[in-house]
């Protein structure tokens, strides 16, 4: 199964280099958008902060004293809705990305990083900046978002933390965006391992 694993991670890395050499025939200038793991875990950590305290003001503002106390939530529950919501995450990655790709899915690869034990999405194709930034940011508006549109129609702490986690889950996502956020020309190829994309502009 690692070995598989291994095999699967190496094809990924052969197809980037490939069109990253196809870009470069094409007279295409190659810029770097990555990031460290170090640098996902200090840059990253705090971009989320003000989006939770926006989403969590936001549900008290909208419910005063009848929101739920923190100390009722239905653990089961929210650890069941949490922890699937990881994979969930990822489709939505992999399904934003396959609408604007050319070969839709077959484009689209999901996998589990064990390093980290968390699922991950890898686009192999490359893509229009802003097709590639809708990708980036669609599971953070999805379930960050949709949970809090949730937590506003019913006062319900596990909604609330459910929207607040998921929207710190992103935080790599967020820094990605933020990378890439004058990127508007060009096409954006996202990298099969390290956090971030290269960009290539005539």
């Known amino acids: 199964m690692e070995t598989d694993k291994q095999g699967k991670k190496a094809k990924e890395y052969q197809e980037f280099d ?20 170090k640098e996902a875990g200090t840059q990253g950590m705090l971009l989320p902060l003000p989006f939770i305290v926006l ?8 419910w005063g004293a009848d ?35 050319k070969s839709k899915l077959k484009s689209i690869s999901f996998g589990f990083n064990v390093k980290e034990l968390m699922p991950y999405c890898h686009c192999k194709e490359a ?10 940011l669609a599971p ?29 889950m992103a935080a790599g996502d967020l820094l990605i965006f933020w990378g890439a956020r004058s990127v508007r020309t060009g096409v954006v190829i996202d990298h099969p391992e390290l956090p971030g994309f290269v960009v290539f502009t005539k």
């Open 55 to 62: 989403v969590v003001f936001g549900y008290y503002w909208r």
């Open 140 to 168: 953070v508006v999805i379930l960050g978002g949709g949970y809090f549109f949730l937590a506003l129609l019913y006062p319900n702490t596990e909604l609330i933390l459910l929207s607040a986690f998921n929207i710190f």
């Open 127 to 136: 893509l229009e900046a802003k097709a590639y930034k809708i990708g980036v």
């Open 67 to 101: 929101a739920s106390p923190l100390w009722e939530i239905n653990f089961p529950l929210f650890s069941f809705l949490f922890v699937a919501s990881l994979p969930i995450h990822e489709v939505i990655h992999g399904l934003a990305w396959a609408n604007y790709a």
């Open 18 to 37: 490939a069109l990253c050499r196809e870009m470069r025939e094409k007279k295409y200038h190659k810029r770097d958008h990555t990031f460290t793991a």
